[in-house]
């Protein structure tokens, strides 16, 4: 059995890690910029000053993906470059490279999915309070209608964000990603519901200036509850505690998703934080709750959980055994059911299709003495994973597509340049691109639509 014709064979990366460039041509700081900048900050320090020089490189890099085969590349607009200042006067030059590269690739047959929002804000915004600023609505508002306005004749698939519990959770929440604050819990619910309000905004943006159809969703993201067993009872405990929203973190997948498909946050969540949820005025949740086609998700790990007693959900300890394979990021675990249980969880919940729009290993790659990069644990790694999701397809749930994470060794946010997720090693020294083992396996399943697997 292969995937239907039209699933979607794709890779992805983003903005900030790959285009460097950052004082070229009337680009602004991000706040990416300036938390790389900080000491301590950043492994060794390291930068997305000049990342895999994409912003130069595109033609060879487009050319790298058009040899791979896929039919679609996922990439981020980087608003500063675009619009410098957040808002105001669009940057002449910044919008020119993605008219170019938009071109390349439809030129090459693939097909754009453009993420409007990779985490890299604008720093004027920070200063103005970013996401804690109710303006953050209009701003971003602002900013899709002006990409729709520009690339809406090229660009059908727009994603509005890309993992806002990383924007919240990890920028806000824990300190550890940019801004680097450490707000109190209340803000960052108030921070949640100004980014879900400006996914609302962003998707009528998007409606009203694109020519023709398009298609519109958000990367949403979180920890995946895998059945310890087969059991129903083990079943549906993992899915009951998928979707709570109880824990005082940014990781409930419902708080995100829930607003957007049905309109209103989760009673259990509300509940629980009492006080702390954010007012919500006349108009908030309809416009938190524009149509959306599809379900983006990225994917990569997720732990065993079962039943307990009096009802309750518990996690397995050492859920896939002490010294199971995981990548070179602690928290990725090998799980080869992720794909499959999200997938199946989320669809039956929210009745649309989904569409993996991440998901991927993190080695130490690098050229061996034949000149080659040998991956073999990349390989097994996908060949475990897109198994899962085969097996989701063949029992008819609505899986869309599937992009690798990512098509570059990349800047890896706070890990800097240590961990390689890429399908091309990237010798950062002289920007050097080689393909990896795991590139010419992937080409396969392509070409194949997935029947080898």
């Not at 990237?426 to 997935?450: A, C, E, L």
């Amino acid at each position: 059995m292969s995937f239907s014709t039209d699933f979607t064979w794709g890779a992805a990366a983003a903005a900030y890690q790959i285009e460097g460039a950052v004082a070229e041509d009337g680009r602004a700081p991000s706040i990416w910029d300036i938390h790389t900048h900080q000491p301590g900050r950043i492994f060794e320090g390291h930068t997305g000053d000049t990342a895999c020089d994409h912003y130069h490189r595109y033609a060879e890099d487009v050319a790298l993906l058009k040899n791979l085969g896929v039919k679609a590349y996922r990439l981020s607009i980087a608003w500063p470059r675009v619009i410098p200042q957040g808002t105001g006067k669009p940057n002449p030059k910044g919008l020119a490279f993605y008219d170019k590269l938009f071109d390349e690739l439809l030129a090459a047959g693939i097909t754009p999915w453009v993420t409007l929002f990779h985490w890299d804000l604008p720093n004027a915004l920070q200063r103005r309070g970013g996401f804690s600023n109710r303006d953050m609505v209009e701003w971003f508002g602002d900013y899709a209608a002006l990409m729709a306005d520009r690339y809406g004749d090229r660009v059908k698939n727009w994603i509005t964000f890309n993992e806002p519990p990383c924007t919240v959770g990890l920028g806000l929440l824990d300190g550890v990603f940019a801004p680097g604050y450490k707000l109190p819990h209340s803000e960052c619910l108030l921070a949640a519901h100004h980014l879900l309000m400006a996914h609302g905004r962003g998707v009528q943006a998007l409606r009203a200036g694109c020519d023709g159809k398009i298609k519109v969703s958000i990367a949403h993201t979180a920890r995946e509850r895998i059945p310890a067993t087969g059991s129903k009872r083990d079943i549906e405990a993992a899915r009951r505690d998928y979707f709570a929203s109880t824990n005082r973190d940014m990781w409930n997948l419902s708080w995100w998703a829930d607003p957007i498909m049905f309109g209103r946050y989760p009673e259990d969540g509300l509940k629980a934080f009492g006080a702390e949820v954010p007012e919500i005025r006349t108009g908030d949740m309809k416009l938190i709750s524009q149509k959306v086609d599809l379900l983006s998700y990225n994917c990569y790990t997720g732990n065993r959980y079962r039943a307990a007693a009096g009802g309750t959900t518990e996690k397995v300890p050492d859920s896939w055994g002490i010294g199971n394979p995981r990548g070179t990021l602690p928290w990725l675990q090998v799980a080869p059911d992720a794909l499959y249980w999200a997938a199946k969880f989320q669809t039956e919940r929210y009745g649309l299709p989904i569409a993996f729009s991440e998901n991927g290993f993190c080695n130490t790659d690098f050229v061996h003495l034949d000149g080659k990069v040998h991956d073999s644990q990349r390989i097994d790694f996908l060949s475990r994973y897109l198994a899962g999701l085969k097996r989701a397809a063949a029992e008819g749930v609505p899986v869309a597509g599937y992009f690798y994470w990512s098509i570059l060794d990349n800047f890896e946010w706070c890990e800097g340049y240590k961990d390689r997720f890429g399908l091309i090693h990237v010798d950062y020294q002289t920007q050097k691109r080689t393909p990896k083992d795991s590139y010419y396996w992937y080409r396969d399943v392509i070409r194949r639509n997935g029947a080898t697997l």
